[in-house]
DNA sequence: ATAAATTATTTAATCGTTTAAACAGCTGTA
DNA sequence: TACAGCTGTTTAAACGATTAAATAATTTAT
C-alpha cells in the first residue's frame, strides 16, 4: 500500500508551513495569501493526490459528516428502499451514513447506538423498536435524532412517519364505498404505536359506516411465526359466522405471506375475497390480480428525515414532528362489488 | 447535549494520569498496574459512563475497523441481502460497515471510494461496475479490497464470486433432461464478466447435448430500459420460426419482469413454456406455479468476502479468488414434459 | 527616515487517544 | 550501604488536521 499524502508532505514539498497549507486548501484567508504561493500549494496537492484525513478533521472540529442509520433489518425492502434515499439526501449535504439493522430487538439497539456513538456520528436516523422508549429518552441528551416510520407518542421526538390512523380509515373508506362490508384486518400482535394507530383506523372507519366489527375480523398475529398462523387466520376469516369479503393486510410482509396462502387456497381476489394491502411492493405484481395499496411517501419520509437530522445538527433547533399522507393505489383486488349496489 | 467523558475526565476524576487510564481500560500491563488503582479507574469509568473515542483513537492506530460496501444500489434486495450479512459477519470481528450505492456507474463508484477512502476506512468490499477496471487497479496500491459478485478476469484482485458459467450449465442440462430443448435465454446486454459468463454456459450446455442454438433465442436486453423490450422479447421467443418451450432468465429482476409478462400475455407456465430464473426473489412466491431457479450462496459469499478482506487487512497476505457453487431449486415451472421421453 | 498599517507567513496549542521511555519508590542481595 | 532489579506511575511525543495569535516582510503615511 502507498503511504497516503499529509498536508505535511505538500507543505515540506512546497517548503512552506502546515498552516498555510490548510488555510489554502480550505479557501480560508484568500485575501491574505499570495496567488503563487497558493497555486504552488494547490498544485503540489493534485501531484501528490492529496486526500484530506477526515478522522483528523473530525478530532478537531467535532464533526464527522456521518449519520448512523438504524433500521429494522436492513434486508427488508422497506428498510433498504428508505436507506438508499437517506443515502442520496445525505449525500446531497456531503453526509455519509452508517447503517445498523436492530433486529427489532431493543437491546441490539442499544448495542447499535454505542458503536455509532464511538464512532461520532453526528446524528442519528431510527426506526425504533418496540419497547426502546428509555433508550431513546437517554439518547436525547446524547446526540440529535429523528424517529422514522415509527414513534412514541409519549416521547417528545423529532419524528417523520405516517398518518397511519388517517391512511388506514382512507382505505377501509374506499373498500366500504366498493359495497364491502364484512372487512378483516391481519395485523400484527405489537404495542407499537404505528401498528396500534392502523387498527384504530380501521375501527374508525367501520364505526363511521355503522358497521359492528366481529371479533373474528381482527386477528394479530406474532411476529416472525406467520406461515401457520397466517393460513389458519385467512381460513377462519373466510369461514366464520360472519364470512369477510375482504381483507385489509397491515403490512407488505403480511400481505405477502397472506396472498400467498390465498393462492395456495385457491381463493379467487376479489371474486371470494377483496384485498387491501399496506405498504406496496414488487412482488404484488406476480399476483394474478393487481393489489390495490397504501402506498407509503417512502421518498418524502427519507429526505424529510434527512434534512431535518441535518437542519437541528447544523442549527440545533427545536423539536419537530411530521406526519405524512399515504396515497391510496386502486387496483382490481378491490374492484366495486357488481351484485348490488351499497346500502349508503 | 451532555458533554462527553474523555480519559482526561477519569484521571482528574480519579487523580492519576491520562495514561494509566488508557493502560487499564485497555487491559494493558496489567501485571504492572495496582489493583486498587484498576478498580478505581473501572469505576470511574462507569460512573462518568465513558464512551471511547473512536476517532481519536483511529488517528492514533490508523485502524478505524471500518468496512466500505460498494454496491450497485442498496435497494435492490440482492444487495440489501448481501448487506445485512455482511453487517452481521463484519460486527462479529466488531467492525462497522459504511455503505454505499455506484448505480452502476464508474464515476459514482470513484467518488465513493474517495470518501470512503477519506473516512480512512480499513478495507472495501465492492459489487464492481462495468467499465471500473482502471479505477480497481488504481485502487489496489492504495487499500485492500475485495470484488463481491463480479469481478474481471484479467484483473489480479480478490473476489468472492458465483461460478457462473458451472451454475447456468447445470441449470440448462436440468432443463433438457426434462425434456425441454428450445430454450431462450433473456438476458442483459453488458460486457460484465459475470453475465457473459451465464451465455457461455447456456451455450456450452446446449452444444454438449447436440442442440443448435437459433439466434432468435438469444435476447439482451438494455438495463433499465426492460418493459417493453422485455414484452417484445418473450413474444418473439414464443412465436418465432422455432419457438421456444423454456425460457432461461438470467437474473432476478428479469425474471421478475419476464414473468409479470408472461401473467399479462396470458401464458400458462409451464404448459405454454417453462421457466427457469436466475436468483431467488421472494415475489415468485406469488407467481401461480412455483418457479425453479439458481440459487446463490448468499450468505457464504458475504461471509466470505467479509472474513478474507478482515483477514488481509490484520495479515495483509496473498490473493484469494473464490468461485461459488449455485444450488439448483427445482420447482413445478420446469416439470418434466409429459407427452414423449426425451430422444437421448 | 521612521512609525504605522498592511500583507504574508509561521508558531504553537489543541482535539482524545496510544505508547515508548523516563522516573520514583521499594526490596533484596552482595 | 550501595546498587541492581522490581513495581507502579508519569512524561511527552505522536497521529493529521485547525486556527488564534505572534511574527516577519513590505508598503504607506508622515
Same mark, same amino acid.
Given at each position: 500500500?502507498?503511504?497516503k499524502?499529509?498536508?505535511?508532505?505538500?507543505?515540506?514539498?512546497?517548503?512552506v508551513?502546515?498552516?498555510?497549507? +490548510?488555510?489554502?486548501?480550505?479557501?480560508?484567508?484568500?485575501n491574505?495569501i499570495?496567488? $503563487?504561493?497558493?497555486?504552488?500549494?494547490?498544485?503540489?496537492?493534485?501531484?501528490?493526490?492529496y486526500?484530506?484525513?477526515?478522522?483528523?478533521?473530525s =478530532?478537531? /472540529?467535532?464533526k464527522?459528516?456521518?449519520?448512523?442509520?438504524? *433500521?429494522?433489518d436492513?434486508?427488508?425492502?422497506f428498510?433498504?428502499?428508505?436507506?438508499?434515499? @437517506?443515502?442520496? $439526501?445525505?449525500?446531497?449535504f456531503?453526509?455519509?451514513?452508517?447503517?445498523?439493522?436492530?433486529?427489532? &430487538?431493543?437491546?441490539?439497539?442499544?448495542?447499535?447506538?454505542? /458503536?455509532?456513538?464511538?464512532?461520532? *456520528?453526528?446524528?442519528?436516523?431510527?426506526?425504533? !423498536?418496540?419497547?426502546?422508549?428509555?433508550?431513546?429518552?437517554?439518547?436525547? %441528551?446524547?446526540?440529535?435524532?429523528?424517529?422514522?416510520?415509527?414513534y412514541? !407518542? &409519549?416521547?417528545?421526538t423529532?419524528y417523520?412517519a405516517?398518518?397511519?390512523?388517517?391512511s388506514?380509515?382512507?382505505?377501509?373508506?374506499?373498500?366500504?364505498?366498493?359495497?364491502?362490508?364484512?372487512i378483516?384486518?391481519? +395485523?400484527?400482535?405489537?404495542?407499537?404505536?404505528?401498528?396500534s $394507530?392502523?387498527?384504530?383506523g380501521?375501527r374508525?372507519?367501520?364505526?363511521?359506516n355503522? @358497521?359492528?366489527?366481529?371479533?373474528?375480523?381482527?386477528?394479530?398475529?406474532?411476529?416472525? /411465526?406467520?406461515?401457520?398462523?397466517m393460513a389458519? +387466520?385467512? %381460513? $377462519?376469516?373466510?369461514s366464520?359466522?360472519q364470512?369477510?369479503?375482504?381483507? =385489509?393486510?397491515? +403490512?407488505?410482509?403480511?400481505?405477502?405471506?397472506?396472498?400467498?396462502?390465498?393462492?395456495?387456497?385457491?381463493?379467487?381476489?376479489?371474486?371470494?375475497?377483496?384485498?387491501?394491502s399496506?405498504?406496496?411492493?414488487?412482488?404484488?405484481?406476480?399476483?394474478?390480480?393487481?393489489?390495490t395499496?397504501?402506498?407509503?411517501?417512502l421518498?418524502?419520509?427519507g429526505?424529510?428525515?434527512?434534512r431535518?437530522?441535518?437542519?437541528?445538527?447544523?442549527?440545533?433547533?427545536r423539536?419537530? %414532528?411530521?406526519?405524512?399522507?399515504?396515497?391510496?393505489?386502486?387496483?382490481?383486488?378491490?374492484?366495486?362489488?357488481?351484485?348490488?349496489?351499497?346500502?349508503?
Open positions: 500500500m502507498v503511504k499524502t499529509s498536508m505535511k508532505d505538500i507543505a515540506q514539498d512546497v517548503g508551513s502546515i498552516a498555510l497549507v +490548510s488555510y489554502v486548501l480550505n479557501n480560508q484567508k484568500e491574505r499570495s496567488k $503563487e504561493v497558493a497555486i504552488k500549494i494547490r498544485e503540489a496537492a493534485r501531484r501528490l493526490n486526500q484530506p484525513n477526515q478522522i483528523a478533521k =478530532l478537531k /472540529t467535532n464527522t459528516y456521518t449519520l448512523g442509520l438504524i *433500521v429494522a436492513i434486508s427488508n425492502p428498510s433498504s428502499s428508505l436507506a438508499r434515499i @437517506i443515502e442520496n $439526501e445525505a449525500d446531497k456531503n453526509y455519509t451514513v452508517l447503517f445498523g439493522s436492530s433486529d427489532e &430487538n431493543p437491546q441490539r439497539l442499544q448495542k447499535l447506538i454505542d /458503536t455509532l456513538l464511538n464512532r461520532q *456520528v453526528d446524528g442519528l436516523i431510527i426506526a425504533a !423498536p418496540e419497547g426502546s422508549e428509555a433508550q431513546l429518552t437517554a439518547l436525547q %441528551q446524547r446526540i440529535p435524532f429523528v424517529l422514522i416510520d415509527r412514541f !407518542p &409519549n416521547l417528545s423529532n417523520v405516517l398518518d397511519n390512523y388517517k388506514i380509515y382512507t382505505g377501509v373508506q374506499h373498500l366500504v364505498d366498493s359495497g364491502y362490508r364484512r378483516g384486518l391481519i +395485523s400484527f400482535a405489537t404495542d407499537l404505536f404505528h401498528v $394507530e392502523r387498527k384504530r380501521y374508525a372507519a367501520l364505526k363511521d355503522q @358497521i359492528t366489527i366481529s371479533k373474528a375480523w381482527i386477528n394479530e398475529l406474532g411476529q416472525a /411465526t406467520y406461515t401457520g398462523e389458519k +387466520s385467512i %381460513q $377462519e376469516l373466510l366464520g359466522k364470512p369477510v369479503n375482504a381483507i =385489509l393486510f397491515a +403490512s407488505n410482509a403480511l400481505a405477502l405471506h397472506g396472498l400467498k396462502q390465498l393462492n395456495a387456497l385457491g381463493v379467487s381476489v376479489p371474486d371470494d375475497v377483496a384485498v387491501l399496506f405498504d406496496e411492493a414488487e412482488a404484488y405484481d406476480l399476483f394474478h390480480t393487481p393489489v395499496c397504501i402506498r407509503q411517501p421518498a418524502d419520509m429526505q424529510m428525515a434527512t431535518l437530522l441535518i437542519d437541528i445538527i447544523q442549527k440545533n433547533n423539536t419537530t %414532528q411530521v406526519n405524512l399522507d399515504a396515497e391510496l393505489i386502486i387496483r382490481a383486488s378491490t374492484r366495486p362489488v357488481q351484485t348490488l349496489a351499497t346500502a349508503d
